[in-house]
C-alpha cells in the first residue's frame, strides 16, 4: 500500500514538473508576453474594425496609401515655391521602426504626441508597406521599407526583398537632393543600414563631395541626441550646410526591440516603446519650431514606420505587418494618383 501511494506521489510529481517545464517552454516562445498585456486579434476584420475605432486616420484603410508616397512628399516640397516670406525649404523624416498602426491608440491622447501634434497641422494615413500584392511584393522587413520610402519604389525599383542585401544605385531622396545643393544627414543605429544597405551610398556621397553625412549610432539615445544637435539653432548661432541639414533622416528603434522581444502587440513593453518613440518624436519638432530662423524656413516634418508585426516577428504579408500609416504637417489631398504612386525601374 505504502509502496502504490509513493508510486502515485512520484507520478503527480512528475507531471507536475512536465507541466511547469512546458508552461516555462510556452512563456519563453511568447515573451512572456501575456503576462505583460499582450494581445493579438486573430482575424484581419477585427484589426481592421480596432483601427477605425481609434478615429484618429483622415482616409478609410480601403484607400491606404502606398509607402511609397513618402518619397513624392519630399521630393514635392523642394519642387514647390517657397511661400511668401520663406527663405529656405527644409524637411525632416522622423521613422519609428515596427510601429504597428493600432500602437497609435496607446498615444492619440497625450498632449506630447509627435504623431497626433503632426497630425493636427497636416494629416495621419493609413498606407501600406510590403509591395503590391501578387505583383511586387517585398517582405515587410526593415531594409525594403525604408528603401521603398526614400526612393519611391518597391523592390523592381531598389533591388531589395528582404533585410541582408545592399541597395542598387537607385537614388534616396537624400542622394537626388544633395546632388541639388541640399545638405542631408542619415542618422540610424541598426548597423545593417550603413554597413550593409546603404554602404555604397555613403562611400559615393564621400567620393563625389555630395552634403549628406551618414551617423551609425550605438542606439536611440544616441540618434536622438544627434538629430536634436542638427535642428536646435539659437539666436544669431552660425552652423554649416553639414551641421544644419536641409534634408534629415532618423530611425528610432523603440518599438521594434521591443516587439521582436515581448511581442508586437500592445503588451505594456510594446505600448512604452510607442510611447518612447513618440516622445522623442515630438521634441525634435519643437525644437525645430523653437529655431531662430524658423519664422523663414518652410519645413515639412513626416513621421512614418517601415512595418508592423505579429507575435514576435515581422516579414509577412498578414495585415499587422503590412499596415502602416504616415503623419505629415502638410496635408495630402488623395486621389488615384497618390493611391497608385511608385517610381518604377525602367
Request: hydrophobic share 35%; proline share 2%.
Amino acid at each position: 500500500m505504502k509502496k502504490t501511494k509513493k508510486k502515485i506521489a512520484l507520478i503527480i510529481v512528475g507531471c507536475i514538473l512536465c507541466a511547469a517545464i512546458i508552461t516555462l517552454a510556452v512563456l519563453h516562445i511568447i515573451g512572456f508576453g501575456f503576462l505583460l498585456g499582450f494581445r493579438e486579434p486573430s482575424e484581419e476584420d477585427q484589426y481592421i474594425s480596432e483601427l477605425d475605432a481609434l478615429g484618429v486616420f483622415d482616409n478609410a484603410i480601403s484607400d491606404e496609401l502606398p509607402q511609397t508616397v513618402v518619397h513624392r512628399l519630399i521630393m514635392e516640397h523642394f519642387d514647390a515655391p517657397l511661400p511668401e516670406g520663406k527663405t529656405q525649404k527644409k524637411a525632416i523624416f522622423i521613422g519609428f521602426d515596427g510601429y504597428r498602426a493600432d500602437a497609435i491608440g496607446n498615444i492619440k491622447d497625450n498632449a506630447d504626441s509627435a504623431i497626433m501634434y503632426t497630425k493636427s497641422l497636416g494629416g495621419l494615413y493609413h498606407s501600406f508597406a510590403g509591395g503590391i500584392k501578387n505583383v511586387n511584393e517585398q517582405a515587410t522587413s526593415t531594409v525594403p521599407g525604408w528603401a521603398t520610402m526614400l526612393t519611391g519604389g518597391w523592390s523592381d525599383l531598389h533591388g531589395l526583398t528582404e533585410n541582408g542585401i545592399p541597395k542598387n544605385d537607385a537614388e534616396t531622396v537624400l542622394t537626388s537632393l544633395a546632388k541639388r545643393g541640399y545638405s542631408g544627414s542619415f542618422t540610424v543605429s541598426w548597423a545593417q543600414h550603413l554597413k550593409i544597405t546603404y554602404k555604397a551610398d555613403a562611400e559615393m556621397a564621400a567620393e563625389e563631395g555630395l552634403p549628406i553625412t551618414y551617423t551609425l549610432e550605438k542606439n536611440d539615445d544616441g540618434t536622438f541626441n544627434t538629430v536634436m544637435n542638427y535642428v536646435t539653432k539659437t539666436a544669431g548661432q552660425e552652423k554649416t550646410k553639414l551641421e544644419d541639414p536641409d534634408m534629415i533622416f532618423l530611425t528610432l528603434e523603440y518599438t521594434d526591440h521591443a516587439g521582436h522581444t515581448f511581442g508586437f502587440g500592445n503588451n505594456r513593453k510594446y505600448t512604452q516603446g510607442s510611447i518612447d518613440a513618440d516622445k522623442h518624436g515630438y521634441e525634435i519638432i519643437k525644437a525645430i519650431e523653437a529655431r531662430d530662423t524658423f519664422d523663414t524656413e518652410d519645413w515639412l516634418i513626416v513621421i512614418s514606420t517601415d512595418h508592423g508585426g505579429t507575435t514576435h516577428s515581422h516579414g509577412g504579408q498578414s495585415i499587422m505587418e503590412r499596415s502602416t500609416w504616415i503623419a505629415t504637417n502638410k496635408a495630402i489631398n488623395i486621389d488615384e494618383s497618390w493611391k497608385t504612386y511608385a517610381v518604377k525601374a525602367n
